[in-house]
């Protein structure tokens, strides 16, 4: 059974923050006022560390992927702050050793996400009167643990469950992970003093924040741990209450991180830990009347679903339901014949194939002008070639497995519908395995078909499909960009010359949500560069900024009037 230790105690990250126990919120019925207007510490991003051989956190972490490699760790239900168990188990599969079951997990059935759902109301009237800054300590305090206490933990948690190497673990269980709850309560103060204008003699206007109505519903994907820590703490933040649901390929790092919330303090039922099957536990929610919010990661396909079952049961709810999604990507990088030939490569090869393509912002399609492709290739296929592969516990693999066999299946008939097709060429990698782990090599796909199929679906997984233009159809190669594919998430030029840039990043305006001139398509960092896209990519609402948070609050403005009136009508009246 995995413990992690848990306190009921709101505590504070910061001295210079107010606290309260859980049983000191009020005195006798009387609730303990507001003394002062407090200032928060410091927001900063979470530093990176390096994991050099020889390192203190190298051996740290990997003593750690050791330890937690030998055990299978038993994860129940978590609701209203009760371990639930039904029988139904399910297992999540170390993806780089399918012999190593990670962990065994309870699986929800409609009893249990009812008593969720119920939960989530009863626990809302005290979480949302709390004070803010009394919220706001305690996720502050889950940053600082997951930054320290829990760091290697969550992160072996990621690399054995979810096939991570060192780095891709360092930047998404750890320094994302911290980064969104820290960003988040920053981004919370600034909402709250937004306060309209008092102009009018004797007039007294003001602002409120209040949560939304109801209970949010909180889906996660596997692919990356803090969007399921962000999923389910944004609306906490502000107020919600929240109902869990984890992907069944992260179920223990996203335990993990829900246990070390339950640790800085986040009351029983404030947040429901409940895996479950996707399909019946999302009709069931989207069937109560008091769903307020869907906070979801994952396909395009799923979202547009989801939306159309709200849209069906409007006229149930209390309110109109706050519909918020980060979907797929079919993300481009376009080297213009003035890019920097090495750095667009190695750019290229990292944002392919880092985590082995299963980023929503991967680089899955490349336009190279024909000047440069002769050259671009050579660099490209060494480049790719030469990249070390296998399990996480070996520190020098730059890449490990795909997530498990339905995504195996899927990637290998992409990869098979190249081989087999006349108008394209696999020039590096192609090979595959899932003899022990799901194992595919980092694929490189040239087509002669600026329709072809592998540049315009998603594929999730290691493959760049590149398609060679003419130096002077430029135009025409910016407007295939466009047109291709439904999707808006992100895209990246490289080019030398400043014109060439600014007239690409014009064209390309509504091509991508995040944008990237001479850097690769993915990376973005909470506070520096908010992500999302539009069309077919999701709502944009830009999780790492202000604007994620105002979908979870509904505020209410107020007038006072300090001056009585002594009639009704007005001068124009006589």
């Known amino acids: 059974m995995l413990s992690i230790g848990r306190t009921n105690t709101f505590k504070a990250a910061s001295a210079g923050l107010?606290?309260?126990?859980?049983?000191?919120?009020?005195?006798?019925?009387?609730?303990?006022?507001?003394?002062?207007?407090?200032?928060?510490?410091?927001?900063?991003?979470?530093?990176?560390?390096?994991?050099?051989?020889?390192?203190?956190?190298?051996?740290?972490?990997?003593?750690?992927?050791?330890?937690?490699?030998?055990?299978?760790?038993d994860i129940p239900l978590v609701i209203n702050g009760r371990e639930v168990r039904t029988g139904d188990i399910k297992e999540?599969?170390?993806?780089?050793?399918?012999?190593?079951?990670?962990?065994?997990?309870?699986?929800?059935?409609?009893?249990?996400?009812?008593?969720?759902?119920?939960?989530?109301?009863?626990?809302?009237?005290?979480?949302?009167?709390?004070?803010?800054?009394?919220?706001?300590?305690?996720?502050?305090?889950?940053?600082?643990?997951?930054?320290?206490?829990?760091?290697?933990?969550?992160?072996?948690?990621?690399m054995l469950g979810q096939g991570k190497n060192i780095w891709q673990a360092e930047i998404d269980a750890a320094t994302e992970?911290?980064?969104?709850?820290?960003?988040?309560?920053k981004y919370s103060s600034e909402i709250y003093a937004q306060q309209p204008p008092c102009n009018a003699p004797g007039v007294w206007n003001r602002s409120e924040y209040r949560a939304l109505e109801g209970f949010v519903y909180a889906v996660s994907p596997f692919n990356f741990t803090a969007i399921g820590v962000n999923l389910a703490a944004a609306p906490a933040l502000m107020g919600n209450t929240v109902l869990w649901k984890?992907?069944?390929?992260?179920?223990?790092?996203?335990?993990?991180?829900?246990?070390?919330?339950?640790?800085?303090?986040?009351?029983?039922?404030?947040?429901?830990?409940?895996?479950?099957?996707?399909a019946e536990m999302t009709k069931q929610v989207f069937?109560?009347?008091?769903?307020?919010?869907?906070?979801?990661?994952?396909?395009?396909?799923?979202?547009?679903?989801?939306?159309?079952?709200?849209?069906?049961?409007?006229?149930?709810?209390?309110s109109y339901p706050r519909i918020v999604g980060e979907t797929g990507g079919k993300?481009?990088?376009?080297?213009?014949?003035?890019?920097?030939?090495?750095?667009?490569?190695?750019?290229?090869?990292?944002?392919?194939?880092?985590?082995?393509?299963?980023?929503?912002?991967?680089?899955?399609?490349?336009?190279?002008?024909?000047?440069?492709?002769?050259?671009?290739?050579?660099?490209?296929?060494?480049?790719?070639?030469?990249?070390?592969?296998?399990?996480?516990?070996d520190p020098t693999n730059f890449m490990g497995p795909v997530i498990n066999q339905a995504a195996f299946d899927k990637i290998t008939n992409y990869i098979e519908y190249a081989r087999n097709s006349s108008d394209s060429e696999i020039i590096a990698g192609g090979k595959y395995s899932d003899s022990e782990g799901f194992y595919i090599r980092p694929t490189v796909v040239v087509t002669t078909n600026p329709d072809f199929k592998l540049l315009k679906e998603e594929i999730f997984g290691p493959v760049v499909t590149t398609y060679v233009y003419d130096?002077?159809?430029?135009?025409?190669?910016?407007?295939?960009?466009?047109?291709?594919?439904?999707?808006?998430?992100?895209?990246?030029?490289?080019?030398?010359?400043?014109?060439?840039a600014v007239d690409l990043s014009a064209r390309l305006l509504h091509t991508a949500g995040n944008f990237y001139i001479n850097d690769k398509c993915t990376g973005a960092v909470v506070g520096q560069q908010p992500f999302g896209g539009s069309r077919a990519s999701g709502t944009n609402d830009k999780p790492g900024s202000p604007s994620l948070l105002q979908r979870f609050i509904s505020p209410r403005s107020i007038k006072e009037n300090m001056i009585p009136i002594s009639g009704f009508t007005y001068p124009s009246n006589q």
């Open 177 to 185: 992970s911290a980064d969104f709850l820290r960003f988040n309560v």
């Open 18 to 73: 107010r606290t309260y126990s859980a049983t000191s919120v009020t005195r006798s019925g009387v609730r303990v006022p507001q003394l002062a207007t407090f200032k928060l510490p410091e927001i900063k991003n979470e530093p990176t560390m390096d994991y050099v051989p020889g390192s203190a956190e190298r051996e740290q972490l990997m003593a750690t992927v050791e330890e937690m490699s030998n055990k299978t760790y």
């Open 331 to 393: 993300n481009y990088h376009l080297i213009h014949p003035t890019a920097n030939l090495e750095s667009a490569v190695n750019n290229t090869i990292r944002g392919a194939f880092e985590f082995q393509g299963q980023k929503c912002s991967a680089c899955s399609r490349l336009y190279v002008p024909k000047s440069l492709w002769p050259q671009f290739r050579e660099k490209l296929v060494a480049g790719v070639e030469s990249i070390k592969q296998g399990p996480v516990t």
């Open 246 to 278: 984890p992907s069944a390929g992260a179920v223990l790092s996203n335990y993990i991180a829900f246990d070390v919330m339950r640790e800085a303090g986040v009351p029983d039922g404030v947040i429901q830990f409940v895996p479950g099957n996707a």
């Open 92 to 158: 999540q599969l170390n993806p780089g050793k399918k012999s190593h079951v990670v962990c065994r997990y309870e699986n929800a059935g409609p009893k249990e996400v009812e008593e969720a759902i119920e939960g989530t109301l009863a626990a809302k009237s005290k979480w949302e009167s709390l004070p803010l800054y009394d919220r706001q300590a305690i996720f502050l305090r889950a940053a600082d643990l997951i930054g320290k206490k829990y760091r290697y933990k969550l992160m072996a948690a990621s």
């Open 287 to 318: 069937d109560h009347p008091e769903f307020t919010s869907l906070h979801f990661t994952g396909s395009t396909f799923v979202f547009k679903n989801m939306w159309k079952q709200i849209a069906q049961n409007l006229d149930i709810y209390k």
């Open 471 to 500: 130096d002077a159809k430029l135009d025409e190669t910016i407007e295939l960009i466009g047109k291709t594919t439904p999707y808006g998430l992100t895209g990246a030029i490289f080019a030398e010359d400043r014109q060439a």
